[in-house]
């Protein structure tokens, strides 16, 4: 586990050289978040942002997409990976919100994992973004580069999420999701992570390993 002398110097850099982060998906409301992050699992928020406008042009409201087919909808999701699934949750997600939430999107990741196509990642992602709630979404890469730095070595996404809550005092867990992530999808690539251009290089435990043969 990292000491806190360690995580001060990870939290240290990212202030400096990432001090507003927020997430790379376009959306204009609560609704239109949970619809492009439902879709983004295992899928680039590029090609989600390439797809969300004619989508949610078509369908703008929860009662919109609730009256809609699963196949109508695969028609404006085809690109995106898993598209037969997605829009089941899709569909299945908007009817859930008219019949259970008014319509609306809640705020609590508990009542956002009732909801179709909604995990604890997603709902997490939602809570934090729209809600400023004080939790902590582990996607593939906060899992990738908190066990690449030694922030955490549990073996499944919500072993990791417990280790990051005590790394990160409740007021910057948002924004260590995205500096997590952004990091990860920038700089700490899965194949050819960046080592020589890595800020934080000096802190993390698999640089170290790699440093000395």
């Not at 997430?23 to 992050?37: I, K, Q, R, S």
Request: charged share 25%.
């Amino acid at each position: 586990m990292k000491s806190r002398q360690e995580v001060e110097g990870i939290t240290g850099w990212f202030r400096t050289h990432m001090p507003d982060p927020v997430t790379e998906l376009e959306y204009a409301d609560p609704f239109g978040l949970l619809v492009a992050v439902i879709l983004s699992a295992q899928c680039t928020d590029k090609r989600v942002n390439m797809t969300t406008p004619a989508l949610l042009e078509r369908y703008p409201t929860p009662s919109d997409l609730a009256a809609a087919t699963p196949e109508e909808v695969y028609s404006y999701i085809k690109s995106i990976s898993y598209p037969n699934n997605k829009a089941k949750h899709l569909t299945g997600m908007a009817r859930a919100l008219i019949s259970h939430f008014d319509g609306k999107v809640p705020e609590d990741p508990g009542d956002l994992q009732k909801l179709p196509g909604v995990g604890r990642k997603t709902a997490n992602v939602i809570a934090s973004v729209v809600y400023q709630k004080q939790v902590m979404a582990v996607d593939t890469h906060v899992f990738r580069i908190s066990r690449r730095l030694g922030l955490s070595k549990g073996k499944t996404p919500f072993a990791v999420e417990k280790d990051l809550y005590r790394h990160f005092p409740p007021e910057l867990r948002a924004k260590a999701h995205h500096w997590l992530i952004l990091h990860g999808r920038y700089v700490c690539t899965a194949r050819n992570p960046k080592c020589e251009s890595c800020g934080i290089s000096s802190y993390c435990d698999t640089y170290k390993k790699k440093e000395k043969g």
